[in-house]
């Protein structure tokens, strides 16, 4: 038997809820299924309020990994020295942080540059230099690395991308804080500790019971 896509809704605890997309992915992983009435399910469902929150030009989407990404739990156990880090790197180049998750060897987050500015090399070099100028030299190092007197922290490379539009951004905002349930790392979005995910709920943003939105649309494996 074949059920409308509107009318299905899985069956969850009251501490975690979510919206229409993020519960069919989830329903077709788990074949969890339940029948909703429409009005049940408009009530049930939390939603974002972003309130206009992107602007053109400018926002850009980041996920940038640990160099050795098999347990290790470098960022999380050196949450301090990273926010130090970055709070450093504001003051020297500002940016607006939209949002921001820290996970045990990787890290996503939207960041707002200032107008006329494009420079976010600099800013992501400063921020790993610094990180890893705080650590102990306890890491293998390739001969490459050595040669070029660089540590072994941190990925060379990292994913940008440009936020094209309000359904851009509100997509990437949600893929950001979803993340550490998407990893197993805890079961509601609300119980990880290194988001922003927390002042956007103070600020009115999201529910504090939100557990998804469209995230999945973007087809990242991270």
Known sequence: ????????????????????????HRMLRFGEFAIAPNDFLRDTVAMPDYRRAWYPGGTYFF?????QRQG??????HIDLLRAVVASVRQRHPFKIHGWVVLPEHLHCIIELP???ADYATRWRLI??????????????SMVRIGRGERGIWQRRYWEHLI???????THMDYVHIN???HGLVKCVVDWPYSTFHRLVEEGVYPANWAGGNDGELGYDD
């Open 1 to 24: 038997m074949r059920f409308p896509r509107h009318r299905i809704l899985r069956v969850l605890k009251p501490k975690c809820r979510v919206s229409i997309s993020g519960a069919l």
């Open 63 to 67: 996920t940038v990994n640990l160099l």
């Open 72 to 77: 290790n739990d470098l960022l999380t156990r």
């Open 115 to 117: 107008s006329e500015d």
């Open 128 to 141: 790993k230099m610094g990180f890893s100028k705080g650590l102990p030299h306890t890491e293998r190092l």
């Open 164 to 170: 094209r539009d309000e359904r851009d951004y509100r």
């Open 180 to 182: 550490p349930v998407k």
